[in-house]
């Protein structure tokens, strides 16, 4: 036992999100997301999820302000698409899956690119509630907010990989 644990640490392995942030960043701000995608008020969700990933991994890391900073994160929101996955039958659907796609970007206060995430993309699949719209809606709200929780610890998780 012992040795597996001496083994994995010789060849480099880690927990996710255990390695520091890029380029001495030890403080971050996080600013509002921008929102391209078609619902309206999901920003504040995945602004609110990041903060939230950042503050339960390492409390410490989170600036109070832009001027406390060494780095702000922002980026954009830039797609919820939802899509069909199950039918009973050509005009009714069962399920449906909502895929949402976030950019961000870590700058110095000063506007240099630190790192930036590429496409962070997450899914989650959601039932619809033959007859009752109520329902559908609030399972495909839940949906996103759980593909909101998936791309704040994805975010996070890409952040403090030292590859």
């Known amino acids: 036992m012992v040795a597996s644990v001496f083994l994995l640490a010789a060849c480099g392995y880690h927990f996710a999100g255990s390695g520091s942030f890029p380029a001495g960043v030890e403080h971050i701000y996080i600013s509002m997301l921008e929102n391209r995608s078609s619902e309206t008020g999901v920003e504040s969700r995945f602004t609110n999820d990041l903060i939230y ?6 409390e410490s890391a989170i600036a109070d302000s832009r001027d406390t900073a060494d780095a702000i994160l922002s980026g954009t929101i830039v797609s919820l698409a939802v899509k069909t996955i199950s039918r009973s039958d050509i005009a009714t659907a069962i399920e449906r899956r909502v ?3 976030v950019v961000l970007r870590l700058e ?7 790192w ?6 997450e899914r989650e699949a959601y039932e619809v509630a033959s007859g009752n719209k109520t329902a559908t ?6 949906a996103i907010a759980e593909v909101s929780q ?5 975010a996070f998780n890409r952040l403090t990989d030292n590859f």
């Open 137 to 142: 809606d609030q399972s495909k709200a839940d």
């Open 150 to 154: 998936k791309i704040a610890e994805s």
């Open 108 to 114: 110095r206060p000063d506007g240099r690119l630190i």
């Open 53 to 58: 990933e950042f503050t339960r991994n390492r």
């Open 116 to 121: 930036s995430s590429g496409n962070l993309v």
């Open 99 to 101: 895929t949402g796609t």
